[in-house]
């Protein structure tokens, strides 16, 4: 069974423009969250999308958002990008709740914003 | 707010000793613990996890304790390998505000030297 994938795996932005980042989850699985992975932050939560709707939003400003289709493949937008928003990004998937299942990660997109 | 905590950016263990990894939580509202593991240039990986009504899971060399009363878990990994020098991340889940979260820490690199 193939893994979560991500692409693109690498991208440098300059500051003010967007980004889309594309997300694939595990064949089953219905649930894909977004974390942004930054030195000394771990991994913040973004959002979580389930059935195309989203189920769960951490506290990142509306610069971020995504959305779901009905293959449960995800997109992930940055808009007016910030230097700040230089990290790598994770998609994971899971099959439901994320409690009850472990969640499988993609690689990530490392962003770097100049 | 960082609702789950890992005090130690980084830990150093010799080859075939113990190597204890913690994380201190706040909200005691978590009822599941989970703890990934993170090589270079991939997505983290489920590693064990347990649930708040234990106190201890063993898989293999990988042991997780809970200790509710003090809002602490801890990971043993017994004997320490070269291949566990990774970032492990510590996570919690519980329902709040509405929607079930996953909440992680900043994460621990370790690194087993021979």
């Known amino acids: 069974k193939a893994g979560v994938t991500q692409t693109p795996r690498y991208l440098i932005k300059t500051r003010g423009q967007q980004v889309t980042l594309s997300c694939s989850p595990i064949s089953g699985h219905r649930s894909v969250s977004w974390y942004q992975q930054t030195p000394g932050q771990g991994l913040q939560f973004l959002f979580e999308?389930?059935?195309?709707?989203?189920?769960n939003k951490g506290n990142f400003p509306g610069r971020f958002s995504g959305r779901q289709f009905s293959n449960s493949r995800s997109e992930m937008n940055v808009s007016t990008l910030e230097l700040g928003d230089s990290a790598l990004y994770l998609c994971?998937?899971?099959?439901?709740?994320?409690?009850?299942?472990?969640?499988?990660f993609g690689p990530g997109t490392r962003l770097t914003v100049t | 707010d960082q609702q789950v905590k890992q005090n130690s950016p980084s830990l150093s263990v010799q080859e075939g000793r113990i190597s204890i990894l913690n994380c201190d939580y706040t909200?005691?509202?978590?009822?599941?613990f989970l703890w990934y593991k993170k090589y270079p240039a991939e997505g983290p990986t489920f590693l064990i996890s347990?649930?708040?009504?234990?106190d201890k899971n063993e898989d293999g060399r990988f042991t997780v304790f809970l200790n509710k009363s003090a809002k602490h878990l801890s990971l043993h990994i017994v004997p320490s390998q070269p291949g566990d020098s990774a970032v492990y991340f510590c996570a919690a889940s519980a329902f709040l505000q509405g929607a079930q979260k996953l909440v992680f820490g900043q994460g621990t690199r370790l690194t087993i030297n021979p």
């Open positions: 909200n005691s509202m978590f009822d599941y």
């Open positions: 994971a998937s899971s099959l439901d709740r994320i409690s009850s299942y472990e969640q499988y």
């Open positions: 347990i649930s708040s009504i234990k």
């Open positions: 999308y389930f059935s195309e709707t989203q189920r």
